[in-house]
């Protein structure tokens, strides 16, 4: 059974950084994508960024530049730091893994798909 359980939410101020993990267990192998995606109240889901198995990125529309996705592949574990973080950056961020043909295309998994944790939630005061 595929877990997938993140970590490294909290609050911080415009400008601040933060660190968010997720570990990933129950796979056989390490051909599979993962990935990081966010919604705020009100707000549609959308990607963040995503990494593929050999550690190819791909990031969705203006996350590229303050946002930098990173994968260790000997502990199941991926990683995105947040820099520069604005308040319009608040929402759950929810980490998700499943097999892929790259990670641009990851980056539309659907949430119906794959197998997600259940978020950690990011506040960015102003």
């Known amino acids: 059974q595929v877990q997938v359980v993140e970590s490294g939410g909290g609050s911080v101020q415009a400008g601040g950084s933060l660190r968010l993990s997720c570990v990933v267990s129950g796979f056989t192998h390490n051909h599979y994508c993962m990935g990081w995606f966010r919604q705020a109240p009100g707000k549609e889901h959308e990607a963040v960024a995503a990494?593929?198995?050999?550690?190819?990125?791909a990031y969705g529309d203006s996350m590229e530049g303050r946002f930098t996705i990173s994968r260790d592949t000997t502990k199941n574990t991926l990683f995105l730091q947040m820099n520069n973080l604005r308040a319009n950056d608040t929402a759950m961020y929810f980490c998700a893994a499943d097999h892929c043909f790259s990670a641009f295309g990851f980056l539309r998994l659907p949430q119906t798909n794959g197998f997600w944790g259940r978020g950690t939630q990011v506040t960015v005061s102003s």
């Open positions: 990494v593929d198995m050999d550690s190819r990125q």
